[in-house]
């Protein structure tokens, strides 16, 4: 029997360059109970920095599933949405690459997702060399 999606799924997008701050932000934010109380939660993480997920912390470990995205070319309207089935997940949160276009995620979102926030995050003594450099 194949698992029915739900009809909106709400997407919270981090952006931001690497070592912005990201992780310890989206870290911190699955520890409070009063983000997580309940929701199955799909955590994609499409870079990785040096901070890594203590997921044991979250707020409710068992309700949310990490999957890491290493690869542009594996973010499908597809891939996405058969990782949302097999997890059964309610909510997406993402920890975007700062190196890719977010209009390639917005191209690859499943029917239903719907961007619910999106934060974008700046290490301010490193974000000048940064601008430099693009």
Not at 44 to 73: C, H, N, Q, W
């Amino acid at each position: 029997m194949k698992k029915k999606l739900p009809v909106e799924t709400p997407v919270y997008l981090f952006l931001g360059f690497l070592e912005s701050g990201k992780t310890k932000f989206i870290q911190e934010t699955l520890e409070d109970p009063r983000f997580s109380s309940g929701e199955k939660t799909l955590l994609l993480v499409m870079e990785e920095g040096e901070e890594e997920y203590e997921t044991i912390k979250f707020a409710l470990p068992e309700s949310v599933d990490l999957v890491i995205i290493e690869d542009k070319e594996q973010m499908t309207e597809e891939y996405l949405t058969e990782l949302q089935i097999k997890y059964g997940a309610e909510r997406v949160v993402v920890e975007y690459n700062g190196m890719w276009l977010t209009e390639d995620f917005f191209g690859a979102m499943p029917e239903g997702w719907m961007i619910n926030q999106m934060m974008t995050f700046f290490d301010a003594q490193t974000v000048l060399g940064y601008n430099a450099n693009m």
